[in-house]
């Protein structure tokens, strides 16, 4: 029996590090989860729709987490220009986030159509940007689309987008379902959760902290993200989604999407895989495939070493922010509270 | 256009009651919303498994609510025996509830296996008893069976169940699936919620009070509802879960499955059924094809008349029962509060 893995430290292709104090409480954290690499989400108040933006934040960033390497995004929208994804470029901007409006927290400024975006993408194209796609449609009763097929009904836009731009690298964010997981290929990819590897429709049934779009859906879709795992498909990789809201924001009349796993991301990510028998798929999943996708060098980001041990470890309740007497003080009740995990991360 | 609708009261052959102070804020509301004629589920604490408590609680009923008719049911557990239907139907008892076990609230009692209940199901085919399924299969995920697909799942044995017992009348209750329709025939009916013909999955994803068991599906699912109601098929009538949790066992890391709508049971549904053009089928569905299903005179429960005026109603923010300072006080959050209703109930 296993008791000790040894791993560079992961890489999370997927997190959302909020603002002021929320964000000083989660950036710290992100290492402890054995995590140093990771490529941050732009839908701020405002988004981060410029590299100006970017390059501020990601001094923010850095500030709180000397010790990791944030990758930075540009938030899509009809301002976003050839010579800003340019500019991005020369400035380390890794890729551009496209969010279907209205879908999720912070989207109002996403898409509608693509073919606006065409001359921005044949940029991104030329210089080697990635295309971060939410791929969900909004809602649309009338057409019979709703949260549980609003990705796959996505996918036609994403297989024209690479029929159009055959060289754009597309990661397919969070995927969820058996159909997202087939649209794999040379130039796309896909994050998948660690919730997304635990949860079904069932586990958010009237259960706030476990809500997230997209939802978890069917046991067999379920089981296809399994079983890309279970392969070590060089094509699917870590992205965590790791969305903190305040707990008053979940539990309560309109619960906010989003599920919060940063502080113990290869905690769950072990315990989980282990769970369905892929935990000598960890390195791959986690250390290795995002890197190789986004054309990252080895090196960057992993100058330390990670071990995970077998050891019980009880998710906390909640993670406080805030000073004592601060109107902005509260709480986020991270996934899988209270419930006991089998590994242990030591970042040396 | 019209704008008064006058009908006798309605029948809601789906209802949970509760007890204690709970109870006495809803049994008096009954009526308000239109309704005179009530089919009590027996999911008590301790359940009704026989007839003495069934008419006790239906006692305790009469006294809250004088003008309003309570028929009775009882819990289907391994006690029931022959020898109780016999009494049960000479004492005005009209059905039997069957709960699979663990899938809804206060469910723990319910069934697992209906073989063990054939000698039941026979005296109550010979006695005229009716069968009230709740038809859902406990969720399995190495199975991929899911609150989504639980009902569908679960035909089967409605199927089995009519074939042994074809004059048995079985209510497949809360129907919410195209399959779940489809199933029934002479001797099966099918109750639908007002909630089930407003809501989507998504209408419950991160919200606390449109969650129930059956959960709502999808919008083609919803539409198979509405057909049947557009249809005036004799087969499908009004029942309508309705089924108050205190807001703070809503609003919650693990929220209760129930939506409100007793004390606006009409003015919710006439809204609904107005709005996808099948307000002339408001008297049938909700009036007369229950009572003919379950062969309950058209004379019983409906002395008195109602009247709906076409005038706007906001639906309150919450009910609150029990007295201040006491540890049982509460509110319940009703479907749809703070949206604005267009049709009033005035009951003569």
């Known amino acids: 029996m296993t008791n000790i893995l040894t791993l560079p430290s992961a890489c999370d292709f997927h997190i959302h590090l ?3 104090d929320m964000m000083k409480m ?3 954290r992100i290492l402890e989860g054995g995590v140093s690499l990771c490529y941050v989400m732009p839908n701020l108040k405002p988004p981060i729709t410029k590299t100006d933006q970017a390059l501020a934040y990601k001094a923010q960033l850095e500030q709180l987490a000397p010790n990791v390497t944030f990758l930075m995004t540009l938030y899509l929208t009809p301002e976003l220009t050839p010579e800003e994804i340019r500019k991005a470029k020369a400035h ?3 890729g551009v986030k496209s969010y279907p409006r209205g879908v999720t927290t912070n989207s109002d400024s996403g898409i509608e159509s693509y073919n606006t975006y065409y001359d921005v993408f044949k940029a991104m194209e030329e210089e080697g940007l990635v295309l971060n796609l939410h791929g969900e449609v909004p809602s649309d009763a009338d057409n019979d689309v709703c949260v549980l097929n609003a990705e796959e009904k996505f ?9 159009d731009f055959p060289r754009l690298k597309i990661v397919l964010e969070h995927a969820t379902t058996k159909a997202a997981v087939d649209m794999a290929s040379d130039t796309i990819g896909c994050t998948i959760t660690v919730h997304h590897l635990q949860l079904t429709v069932d586990d958010w049934a009237g259960k706030p902290h476990n809500f997230c779009k997209p939802v978890a859906k069917f046991p067999h879709d379920r089981q296809a993200l399994r079983d890309v795992i279970l392969e070590g498909h060089p094509r699917f990789f870590l992205g965590t989604d790791s969305a903190p809201h305040p707990d008053n924001l979940k539990e309560c009349a309109q619960g906010a999407a989003g599920v919060f796993t940063s502080p113990l991301t290869m905690s769950y990510l072990a315990t989980i895989l282990e769970s369905f028998g ?11 495939y995002g890197k190789r996708f986004y054309g990252v060098s080895e090196k960057q980001g992993s100058g330390r070493e990670m071990r995970l041990l077998k050891e019980s470890l009880t998710v906390p309740k909640n993670y406080e922010y805030g000073k004592d007497g601060d109107a ?3 709480r986020v009740v991270p996934f899988l509270a209270g419930q006991v995990l089998n590994w242990k991360v030591v970042c040396e």
Chains 1, 2 share one sequence.
């Open 18 to 20: 909020r603002q002021d």
């Open 26 to 28: 989660i950036v710290p």
């Open 92 to 94: 380390g901007i890794v």
């Open 155 to 163: 996918l036609v836009h994403l297989k024209q987008l690479h029929h």
């Open 278 to 288: 892929s935990l000598d798929k960890l390195h791959g999943f986690a250390c290795v």
């Open 328 to 330: 902005q003080k509260g």
